[in-house]
T-cell receptor, first 112, second 112 residues
């Protein structure tokens, strides 16, 4: 079954800095990929998703992610973060017909 | 449009007391339903999922149980809560896992 790994456990950066969070999935073939965001005290919300087509996917709030098939990666990026981007970010992939496999999550702290 | 309702939002229960958390989905039929738990620093843990009425798959052995008495209703229960049951419980639904999940707003359970 597919699984994902997220490289960074906790990232701390200043406002206006660029952000990149790593996500790798376990093996090739057709794959759908997701990034979810969880703001403090809230539930998970879909940030963006990749199904097929253009490997550069744009999501909400200025986030984007690039699917690189040769690297089994789906890294999340934002050119200039804001304090309101402080949150936990989860990468996910379908692990079988019914379930998503989530990464361990990356906590992002943006300092004003 | 589809919506997911989860209640209560917060709950403080004594050790040994019973638990019942409810989740309902509107605007869709035969959804896949999921219960997740987030404990502090432990990421997302899939507890149960259901692909139809009366069909429950358990992912982690514990003192929790789940039931799906109606197509769009998913209930998480316990007969006797433990301190270790504290956490943030999230319900989610999907029509097809390839399209990802939509999460409910979550229930923060504190067992005292």
């Amino acid at each position: 079954a597919q699984s994902v790994s997220q490289h960074n456990h906790h990232v701390i950066l200043s406002e206006a800095a660029s952000l990149e969070l790593g996500c790798n999935y376990s093996y090739g073939g057709t794959v759908n990929l997701f990034w979810y965001v969880q703001y403090p005290g809230q539930h998970l919300q879909l940030l963006l998703k990749y199904f097929s087509g253009d490997p550069l996917v744009k999501g909400i709030k200025g986030f984007e992610a690039e699917f690189i098939k040769s690297k089994f990666s789906f890294n999340l990026r934002k050119p200039s973060v804001q304090w309101s981007d402080t949150a936990e970010y989860f990468c996910a992939v379908p692990s079988n017909d019914y379930k998503l496999s989530f990464g361990a999550g990356t906590t992002v702290t943006v300092r004003a | 449009s589809q919506t997911i309702h989860q209640w209560p939002a917060t709950l403080v229960q004594p050790v040994g007391s019973p638990l019942s958390l409810e989740c309902t989905v509107e605007g869709t039929s035969n959804p896949n339903l999921y219960w997740y738990r987030q404990a502090a620093g432990r990421g997302l843990q899939l507890l149960f999922y259901s692909v139809g009425i009366g069909q429950i798959s358990s992912e982690v052995p514990q003192n929790l149980s789940a039931s799906r008495p109606q197509d769009r209703q998913f209930i998480l229960s316990s007969k006797k809560l433990l301190l270790s049951d504290s956490g943030f419980y999230l319900c989610a639904w999907s029509v097809q896992v390839d399209y990802g999940y939509t999460f409910g707003s979550g229930t923060r359970l504190t067992v005292v």
